[in-house]
């Protein structure tokens, strides 16, 4: 039930139509509900990060609450501030503090899900020539299975450390890496989105970097600079034509006004700066930002959003949970074997962090699922103890000791 939630975590699509509850969000209650009935349930699921996880969700949802009743709506206050105790608190639960086998299982899922979610969009664009479809907006972004397109970028560049550790712990081999990153790097073309490209060209960058070795760094550097001048050189003749006009005219021309909707993104923020000042204690109240907006839209902006609808402390909340990923991921990295799980977590954590200041509110469960996800591993290692050095012959050799049980040594049933 666990792998169904994680694997249809990026459907966003498939969700009742009165309130925001999806597939995945049914596969999950059912998870957690077999955890509670097995006593299985963990107490601190982020191990040494959980207090300051907690605390950091307390703030968050109850500064936007209490915004919310003094302030701004009630009923929208009680319904996101549930969405992000639910999404942050309740899934980190049923995904983290898992044992090393489900954790690969997990990752596996929801990487296969991107996977095929890049797959159909290549599919639907390229061989159908499909527009204006429930997969494809009116001017031919890709928007998958999230609606969203810059969230569907952003959602596959999410998935590109969660590989990488896959292929780094002995997860899966190498040549997953060399299929899976040029697949979704299209994914994202596909969506002709700038915060995706280069959400996934920092992914990458802080994932190879924090390895420390100069030979992946190099060739990363090198095959950076061959895309990017092949893109420059030759990409109207084989790049689609949303990217052309949303990302490489920006890059030919060096104006960035060219970036797709950058200018009007950056007049949302300056007035947010602005209306932050004013909300040093209070926000103005949970999904109240457009209606006090001149341009009658949220900024796309996790933090200046959150600032402004849950007042200061609010914002605390959020940062906490931040920097309660990056304890788990700097205490894991202190055994050698735990440093590739490290490099997951702080590199998932950090992109995050990143995509943040380009998006809106953060609960939707395509989001925070792979931010759990990458948090994991680290878990695992505080948990756990460290992990062998290749966790695909562990789980090999686990099985087929298992196998070589003979029947009166195993446990009754």
């Known amino acids: 039930m666990a792998a169904a939630s994680v694997f249809l975590a990026p459907f966003n699509i498939l969700r009742v139509d009165t309130f925001y509850f999806t597939a995945s969000d049914a596969f999950a209650l059912a998870a957690v509900l077999a955890m509670v009935l097995g006593k299985s349930f963990p107490l601190a699921p982020l191990a040494a990060g959980t207090l300051l996880w907690n605390a950091g969700i307390a703030l968050l949802c109850g500064m936007l609450l209490l915004s919310s009743l003094v302030v701004g709506d009630p009923g929208r206050g009680f319904i996101i501030s549930a969405q992000y105790l639910y999404a942050y608190f309740l899934l980190a639960f049923m995904l983290v503090s898992r044992p090393w086998a489900e954790t690969v299982v997990l990752i596996k899922a929801f990487t296969c899900s991107i996977a095929l979610m890049c797959l159909q969009g290549i599919v639907v664009i390229d061989v159908l020539k499909g527009q204006g479809s429930s997969f494809v907006s009116g001017n031919g972004r890709f928007v998958g299975w999230v609606e969203r397109e810059n969230e569907c970028a952003s959602l596959i560049a999410l998935a590109v450390p969660l590989l990488l550790w896959m292929v780094a712990s002995g997860c899966a081999r190498p040549r997953w890496a060399w299929i899976g990153v040029p697949l979704f790097a299209y994914g994202i073309v596909l969506t002709g989105s700038n915060t995706g490209l280069i959400g996934l060209v920092f992914a990458l960058t802080v994932f190879v970097v924090m390895t420390g070795s100069w030979r992946r760094i190099i060739l990363l ?193």
Request: overall charge positive; proline content about 6%.
């Open 221 to 413: 550097a090198g095959s950076s600079f061959a895309t990017f001048f092949i893109a420059v050189t030759w990409g109207r003749d084989f790049l689609p034509a949303v990217f052309q006009r949303r990302v490489l005219n920006a890059l030919q021309n060096g104006d960035i006004d060219e970036a797709g909707t950058f200018a009007d993104r950056m007049r949302l923020i300056k007035e947010a700066i602005g209306k932050a000042d004013n909300n040093s204690l209070l926000g103005i109240g949970a999904d109240q930002y457009r209606q006090v907006s001149e341009l009658h839209a949220p900024v796309h902006n996790t933090f200046l959003l959150i600032w402004v609808e849950a007042g200061l402390p609010g914002l605390i909340g959020f940062l906490l949970l931040l920097v309660a990923g990056i304890i788990v991921g700097m205490l894991a990295a202190r055994p050698r074997e735990g440093r590739i799980a490290a490099i997951c977590t702080l590199a998932t954590v950090l992109l995050f962090a990143a995509l943040a200041n380009a998006l809106p509110h953060l609960y939707g469960r395509f989001f925070v699922v792979p931010l759990l996800l990458g948090i994991a591993p680290s878990v695992a290692i505080l948990r756990d103890g460290p992990a062998p050095r290749s966790v695909a012959r562990f789980l090999r050799r686990a099985r087929s000791e298992r196998v070589r049980l003979q029947p009166a040594q195993r446990r009754p049933i």
